[in-house]
T-cell receptor, first 115, second 116 residues
């Protein structure tokens, strides 16, 4: 069975600073990897996803993530954060096919932006 | 605009009462999902449906029921058997190919359920 860990519950960064949110997964094969963002009181929106191929994935809003098989990680990065990036970020791991499909969401990392 | 709507935004439940949360999508997606979100716990799957008139239990189905009579609608009923229903409930949909674990899910704005 797959699992996903987001080790940081809450991160605060200054506006304009770089950002890295950590995500570690456990799965026997290469899983499907996602990052979603949730603004307060809202649903989730997909930032980016990785299935195969190039391990550096570009997403919306200037975000990118890198799949590192050796570290079982899929960390989310942004070179310069904006105040509007304050939100909760969820890493998700998908695996399996048809009736054996399964998606697990991490517990989330809340991002605060310091003016 | 295509999307997912959930209603109501807030819902209050009295003890012993069943309540129903609405979820409608106009994305022409086959698959729909219900998640429960509690603080610090991420999303947990309650039920999912890959096709009309068919649905499967997720990880925390006890105390909940669903129906899928129409492609665009997937209502969730929180029954009196659910002893701790206070949470934020999210509905989602995806295209619904057989490998749904690899599909992007599109989420509604959520319903917050509170117990009186």
């Amino acid at each position: 069975a797959q699992s996903v860990t987001q080790p940081d519950i809450h991160i605060t960064v200054s506006e304009g600073a770089s950002l890295e949110l950590r995500c570690n997964y456990s799965y026997g094969a290469t899983p499907y990897l996602f990052w979603y963002v949730q603004s307060p009181g809202q649903g989730l929106q997909l930032l980016l996803k990785y299935f195969s191929g190039d391990t550096l994935v570009q997403g919306i809003k200037g975000f990118e993530a890198e799949f590192k098989r050796s570290q079982s990680s899929f960390n989310l990065r942004k070179p310069s954060v904006h105040w509007s990036d304050a939100a909760e970020y969820f890493c998700a791991v998908g695996a399996g096919y048809s009736s054996a499909s399964k998606i697990i969401f991490g517990s989330g990392t809340r991002l605060s932006i310091r003016p | 605009d295509g999307g997912i709507t959930q209603s109501p935004k807030y819902l209050f439940r009295k003890e012993g009462q069943n309540v129903t949360l609405s979820c409608e999508q106009n994305l022409n997606h086959d698959a729909m999902y219900w998640y429960r979100q509690d603080p610090g716990q991420g999303l947990r799957l309650i039920y999912y449906s890959q096709i009309v008139n068919d649905f499967q239990k997720g990880d925390i189905a006890e105390g909940y029921s669903v129906s899928r009579e129409k492609k665009e609608s997937f209502p969730l009923t929180v029954t009196s058997a659910q002893k701790n229903p206070t949470a934020f409930y999210l509905c989602a949909s995806s295209i619904g190919l057989s490998g749904w674990a690899q599909e992007t899910q599109y989420f509604g704005p959520g319903t917050r359920l509170l117990v009186l």
